[in-house]
């Protein structure tokens, strides 16, 4: 127990030096969030305010309740897109109530241990999934980019070189925070004629409430919201894990995702409370979080503390950011973002492992919708592996001097994807007696034994006198129980194997 305090403890604190990173860290990811968050709330029909005090809540619980330190969670486009039809036909208060329900499921998610799903999916997915992201990320940034004056460019090109230029001088500050506050501050001076944060739409003024979402607890109410709040749990632990594992190997440190799970769970839970939509990791922050020196717990609360104060204090003044100095910011998060060495993996990497990054890049850029890129990725992993342990397999013949006796010796896996070839390797020709020896052979479900069945039934149908030996305890065990040609035992020569 002491053990556990003292790690937490190091989440938030190590030494003044990483404590003035944290913070400053914390404060350039406030900034990234706000247009961000105006977006997602402008996607999902409701209030940019119901964006922003998510954004809020959901960074400063989860700063307390993840597993997953230096990441960055808020409200993200991943849910917002999903609750479109509710807010639509219902309103904003289901959207509360829903994101509640959310984060129940994704407690309870915790709970069962559903995060141990996250061993399924593969590197190449997750590589996929990266370059998507990045591809994205820099997608999202043309609007800014398209029907503009000069200076919109001219300010994008300074922000970059601010950024990838001044750590070469000093890295005492964060170079995008660095970049902002420039910008800014030239914007304003000369009154340049571009974008703003203002623009993207008004901010709220004063702090957020406590309230219960203002539904009837009937029936009804969740036949409405259930659907809703599954696939949002869905989305957003997939997301989460997925960009967790992703700050995992950036830092090159491990996380629990199971409290991931419900510290999710709990920090939806909040944000709903206070007026907030449902969110989940962040990629993009996560990167500018981590780059700008943010590692522990403390970088993400103070994203959230932050971005309230601006809300609440600062709120003119923070409409008066000029929108290209955000773009240049999330422009280097793309570049960060993606996996540039995945392209000459291309040629290096297994065609398969290459035909699953791509699938899961195509999937999620044309679709926009992550978990289908990520699906499309597994399941065309999981395919990929079928075919190769179908592979892992082979039948030899020997027949005996005098002619009386086959021996058929099986080797690999048998399951679903092998049992055509397996049946195949066996011809009656009118056998006296057959040995089957399946001492290298491992049989793993009801197909590899339906198929075990019927190649009995067909010898002794042609006169054969089977006998089957070297059944492992596994095979042995799945055999006795489903099969129907006989019943093993220690007369069919089980060995431990």
Same mark, same amino acid.
């Given at each position: 127990m002491i053990h556990s305090l003292d790690s937490y403890r190091r989440q938030w604190f190590t030494d003044a030096g990483s404590a003035r990173r944290e913070l400053m860290a914390g404060i350039v990811v406030a900034l990234a969030l706000i247009p961000e968050a105006i977006g997602f709330s402008i996607i999902a029909g409701v209030d940019p305010r119901v964006g922003l005090y998510a954004s809020v809540a959901i960074a400063m619980v989860i700063a307390f309740t993840g597993g997953r330190s230096g990441m960055i969670s808020a409200a993200t486009a991943a849910v917002a897109v999903l609750v479109i039809p509710l807010v639509r036909d219902h309103g904003v208060e289901y959207l509360f109530a829903a994101t509640i329900l959310m984060g129940l499921i994704q407690i309870a998610a915790g709970l069962l241990r559903l995060d141990l799903l996250m061993q399924f999916v593969s590197r190449s997915v997750i590589t996929g999934f990266v370059n998507a992201l990045a591809i994205l990320i820099f997608l999202a940034q043309l609007p800014q980019l398209t029907g503009v004056g000069w200076q919109t460019y001219a300010m994008v090109a300074a922000g970059l070189a601010i950024i990838y230029l001044l750590p070469r001088l000093t890295k005492a500050v964060p170079s995008p925070l660095v970049a902002i506050l420039v910008l800014s501050a030239v914007s304003i001076g000369l009154g340049l004629p571009v974008h703003t944060v203002g623009d993207m739409g008004k901010l709220p003024e004063g702090l957020p409430s406590l309230a219960l979402p203002n539904v009837p607890l009937t029936l009804d109410t969740l036949r409405i919201i259930l659907p809703y709040s599954l696939t949002m749990a869905a989305v957003g632990l997939l997301e989460s894990l997925l960009t967790a594992q992703i700050v995992d190997d950036m830092t090159d440190t491990d996380s629990d995702k199971r409290r991931e799970c419900a510290g999710q769970g709990s920090a939806n839970i909040v944000a709903a409370f206070f007026g907030g939509m449902g969110g989940c990791a962040m990629i993009g922050q996560s990167v500018i979080n981590v780059t700008? $020196?943010?590692? $522990?717990?403390?970088?993400?609360?103070?994203?959230?503390?932050?971005?309230?104060?601006?809300?609440?204090?600062? $709120?003119?003044?923070? $409409?008066?950011?000029?929108?290209?100095?955000?773009?240049?910011?999330?422009?280097?998060?793309?570049?960060?973002?993606?996996?540039?060495?995945?392209?000459?993996?291309?040629r290096r990497h297994p065609p398969t492992s290459s035909v699953v990054m791509l699938t899961t890049v195509v999937v999620v850029v044309a679709t926009h919708d992550l978990s289908l890129g990520v699906l499309a990725g597994v399941l065309l992993s999981g395919i990929f592996f079928a075919g190769k342990v179908r592979r892992m397999f082979a039948v030899t013949r020997e027949v005996s001097p005098d002619g009386a006796r086959t021996t058929y010796a099986v080797t690999g896996q048998i399951f679903f994807a092998s049992v055509d070839r397996f049946t195949r390797a066996f011809q009656p020709e009118g056998l006296a007696a057959v040995t089957i020896d399946v001492s290298a052979a491992h049989f793993w479900d009801i197909s590899a034994v339906g198929a075990l069945d019927k190649i009995v039934a067909r010898l002794r149908r042609d006169g054969a006198e089977v006998e089957i030996i070297g059944y492992n305890r596994a095979s042995a065990d799945i055999v006795d129980r489903f099969a129907l040609h006989d019943k093993t035992g220690v007369e069919l020569g089980i060995v431990p194997h």
């Amino acid at each position: 127990m002491i053990h556990s305090l003292d790690s937490y403890r190091r989440q938030w604190f190590t030494d003044a030096g990483s404590a003035r990173r944290e913070l400053m860290a914390g404060i350039v990811v406030a900034l990234a969030l706000i247009p961000e968050a105006i977006g997602f709330s402008i996607i999902a029909g409701v209030d940019p305010r119901v964006g922003l005090y998510a954004s809020v809540a959901i960074a400063m619980v989860i700063a307390f309740t993840g597993g997953r330190s230096g990441m960055i969670s808020a409200a993200t486009a991943a849910v917002a897109v999903l609750v479109i039809p509710l807010v639509r036909d219902h309103g904003v208060e289901y959207l509360f109530a829903a994101t509640i329900l959310m984060g129940l499921i994704q407690i309870a998610a915790g709970l069962l241990r559903l995060d141990l799903l996250m061993q399924f999916v593969s590197r190449s997915v997750i590589t996929g999934f990266v370059n998507a992201l990045a591809i994205l990320i820099f997608l999202a940034q043309l609007p800014q980019l398209t029907g503009v004056g000069w200076q919109t460019y001219a300010m994008v090109a300074a922000g970059l070189a601010i950024i990838y230029l001044l750590p070469r001088l000093t890295k005492a500050v964060p170079s995008p925070l660095v970049a902002i506050l420039v910008l800014s501050a030239v914007s304003i001076g000369l009154g340049l004629p571009v974008h703003t944060v203002g623009d993207m739409g008004k901010l709220p003024e004063g702090l957020p409430s406590l309230a219960l979402p203002n539904v009837p607890l009937t029936l009804d109410t969740l036949r409405i919201i259930l659907p809703y709040s599954l696939t949002m749990a869905a989305v957003g632990l997939l997301e989460s894990l997925l960009t967790a594992q992703i700050v995992d190997d950036m830092t090159d440190t491990d996380s629990d995702k199971r409290r991931e799970c419900a510290g999710q769970g709990s920090a939806n839970i909040v944000a709903a409370f206070f007026g907030g939509m449902g969110g989940c990791a962040m990629i993009g922050q996560s990167v500018i979080n981590v780059t700008s $020196g943010g590692r $522990g717990r403390l970088s993400t609360f103070v994203a959230g503390a932050f971005l309230l104060f601006l809300l609440a204090v600062l $709120g003119p003044f923070v $409409g008066r950011v000029p929108m290209p100095a955000l773009v240049a910011v999330m422009i280097m998060v793309s570049i960060g973002t993606f996996s540039w060495n995945s392209i000459a993996n291309l040629r290096r990497h297994p065609p398969t492992s290459s035909v699953v990054m791509l699938t899961t890049v195509v999937v999620v850029v044309a679709t926009h919708d992550l978990s289908l890129g990520v699906l499309a990725g597994v399941l065309l992993s999981g395919i990929f592996f079928a075919g190769k342990v179908r592979r892992m397999f082979a039948v030899t013949r020997e027949v005996s001097p005098d002619g009386a006796r086959t021996t058929y010796a099986v080797t690999g896996q048998i399951f679903f994807a092998s049992v055509d070839r397996f049946t195949r390797a066996f011809q009656p020709e009118g056998l006296a007696a057959v040995t089957i020896d399946v001492s290298a052979a491992h049989f793993w479900d009801i197909s590899a034994v339906g198929a075990l069945d019927k190649i009995v039934a067909r010898l002794r149908r042609d006169g054969a006198e089977v006998e089957i030996i070297g059944y492992n305890r596994a095979s042995a065990d799945i055999v006795d129980r489903f099969a129907l040609h006989d019943k093993t035992g220690v007369e069919l020569g089980i060995v431990p194997h």
